[in-house]
């Protein structure tokens, strides 16, 4: 892991494929998610835990939860950047706050995501304590990202209309 992760990682410049674009003539729903997981690919990579991470000690994350806000739409052509803050960690879990910008600097998105470390070594992948190694670079990073303030987005739910 590098010796500091940003406060907040900012990914690099994604681009909005021409396939992504639905019948209403913007950015289907379902591809934002894909945006925001190139987002988490590229925090993880940045933080030791991509797919090098896997091949070297059997483990990996697995998406638990995860809250999406649709906050304006995206049309064709676009290039967005994704930034991931971390706002909660312990031994076998990470909380991570993200917004979706658009190049021209507008939030089209939010994402709450919360990620669990997983075990992949025996038959059957478990959710287990990352390896000690790992969580102090885990524990690096966040503490990096504490000096941020908490979303005030943090923790939303849908409330129920009945």
Not at 91 to 119: C, I, P, Y
Not at 126 to 136: D, G, L, M, S
Request: hydrophobic share 40%; with cysteine.
């Amino acid at each position: 892991m590098p010796e500091t992760i940003p406060a907040p990682y900012r990914s690099r410049e994604l681009a909005v494929e021409p396939a992504w674009i639905d019948y209403n003539g913007h950015l289907n729903l379902a591809y934002y998610h894909v945006l925001f997981d190139r987002g988490i690919d590229d925090l993880f990579d940045a933080m030791g835990l991509g797919e090098r991470y896997r091949e070297r000690t059997g483990f990996t994350t697995y998406t638990a939860e995860a809250h999406v806000r649709y906050l304006r739409e995206v049309p064709p052509g676009s290039r967005v950047t994704v930034s991931s803050q971390i706002v909660g960690i312990d031994e076998k879990r990470l909380h991570l706050f993200q917004e979706m910008h658009h190049l021209d600097g507008w939030l089209a998105a939010t994402l709450e995501n919360l990620s669990l470390s997983v075990d992949q070594r025996g038959e059957t992948p478990k959710v287990a304590p990352f390896p000690a190694e790992t969580f102090v670079s885990i524990k690096a990073a966040f503490d990096a990202h504490a000096v941020l303030p908490r979303p005030a987005e943090l923790c939303r739910a849908i409330r129920s209309l009945g």
